[in-house]
């Protein structure tokens, strides 16, 4: 069993736990990912890794509640246990000395940027991040990108905070100055798409990070397929990373809808179970 040591909650939908999980913790690297169950009889969950504490033996997710399963996991706090954490699962991150590096996140998106700003910090680049939102309220770990970057830049799509505008503005801005040698973006598909659109004009490498629909993690289903490249590539042991200029997004984004209906009414059936407290799983 994996406890469940710190929990946070940044939103209705959007938060934070901490996990007991020694080895995977030894072994983690910044770009890699977990595949969790809450119980014997759950459904896999796949979630990148946002942190990582080798001598406290702990990693940190972040958590949209998008599904039942997800929804299940929000009511679990510190104290709790998980059946089953595999991990870590998927590539690395390339981490080396490019020079400067955009590190831009959009809404839970920056968790996973976190840590790949950091190592690349700690690489000697400098680092410019770039955190945006919808609004204020949805703005996350400003705090933790500010310590790991050279600059930081705030958008939010309402102007609640920082500037009032999408995250591919000041990509762009920064792509037109110049001295931009790699760029990372992760967030929601319709945001990398269009921050690769914006960085392909001035043919800067962009690195994304895919979260397809996924089921074993390890290779064998194939669930987790996207095409890069023109190639048939599986996220979970080709990626997560691919060149954001080789993606196609749009395939991606439909395969990611393709059970919408079916999760909605999962998640409506479970809450509606639990507001009768006839069943928990």
Not at 121 to 134: D, L, P, T
Not at 137 to 159: A, F, N
Not at 256 to 280: F, N, P, V
């Amino acid at each position: 069993m994996y406890k469940i040591l710190d929990k946070v909650d940044y939103s209705d939908d959007v938060y934070m736990q901490v996990i007991e999980a020694p080895a995977v913790a030894a072994a983690a690297q910044p770009g890699q990912f977990i595949v969790l169950r809450i119980h014997e009889e759950g459904e896999r969950i796949p979630l990148t890794i946002a942190d990582f504490d080798r001598e406290a033996g702990t990693i940190t997710i972040v958590v949209q509640a998008v599904g039942k399963s997800t929804r299940h996991l929000q009511t679990l706090g510190k104290g709790d246990s998980l059946s089953n954490f595999i991990g870590p699962l998927g590539l690395p991150s390339e981490i080396e000395n490019y020079g400067t590096v955009v590190c831009a996140g959009g809404g839970v998106g920056v968790a996973p940027v976190y840590p790949i700003a950091r190592a690349l910090k700690e690489a000697g680049n400098k680092v410019i991040s770039i955190v945006a939102a919808r609004n204020k309220s949805l703005l996350l770990w400003e705090d933790k990108m500010r310590e790991v970057s050279d600059e930081l830049i705030v958008t939010t799509d309402d102007g609640s905070c920082g500037r009032h505008c999408l995250v591919t503005e000041p990509l762009k801005e920064l792509c037109e100055a110049g001295g931009v040698d790699l760029i990372y973006a992760i967030g929601p598909g319709i945001m990398m798409k269009f921050c690769c659109k914006t960085t392909e004009e001035y043919n800067v490498k962009t690195i994304v990070s895919l979260n397809s629909i996924m089921v074993d993690g390890t290779g064998m289903c194939g669930a987790c397929r996207v095409s890069v490249g023109g190639e048939t590539k599986f996220v979970c042991v080709d990626g997560p990373e691919f060149d954001g200029h080789q993606v196609d997004f749009d395939l991606l984004m439909s395969r990611q809808r393709q059970y919408l209906e079916q999760e909605k009414i999962s998640k409506e059936l479970y809450e509606e179970c639990r507001g009768d407290h006839k069943c928990l799983k």
